[in-house]
């Protein structure tokens, strides 16, 4: 009988690239630490989907990525309103409109998200990280793609978001700054 490693033995063989790569997606230590934790719990979790002879690398690195990105996701839920990059999308302040009314506020940031989620995958996924704050050549080395894509992507949903939120033109400031 051949002396075979686990599943586990054989993730931990990727466990230092796996780190470098989270670190590549993080920035920032602790986080691509959680990254590598999340994702051989995923591969754990789901090690019975894994087909014995497939890739196994290319397996857990695709979980990371799905990670990641899934993670901005939520990240990207619950924060503000604001792009901090060019054509930002804030409310306007020049105007006096009555916040003390939650309800309604609430009801805008809904709609504010739920178009953000109607766009395709490519196009939020290139949105969501520019409103995070990453530059467009942070994006474009994160997710591999050419800088001009992500620019081109980053317009195309801002065009989509203004059209599908047009009924707030009065409130939303949605001309470049």
Not at 66 to 93: C, V, W
Not at 142 to 153: H, M
């Amino acid at each position: 009988m051949k002396n075979e490693l686990t599943f586990e033995q054989q993730m931990q063989t990727y466990q230092q690239m796996l780190r470098n790569y989270a670190l590549q997606l993080t920035q920032n230590m602790d986080d691509a630490n959680d990254l590598v934790q999340e994702t051989f719990l995923k591969a754990m979790t789901y090690s019975s989907k894994f087909k014995k002879g497939t890739n196994l690398k290319g397996w857990l690195f695709t979980i990371m990525r799905n990670s990641f990105i899934n993670n901005y996701r939520r990240i990207t839920k619950r924060n503000s309103l604001m792009d901090t990059q060019e054509e930002q999308f804030i409310l306007d302040s020049s105007k006096n409109y009555n916040t003390s009314n939650d309800g309604e506020f609430k009801f805008i940031r809904q709609d504010l998200a739920s178009a953000i989620d109607q766009l395709p995958d490519d196009l939020r996924i290139t949105f969501e990280m520019n409103t995070l704050g990453y530059k467009y050549h942070e994006i474009a080395k994160k997710i591999n793609i050419p800088i001009g894509t992500v620019k081109t992507r980053i317009f195309v949903a801002r065009r989509k978001l203004r059209t599908h939120l047009a009924e707030y033109e009065g409130l939303f400031n949605l001309t470049a700054s």
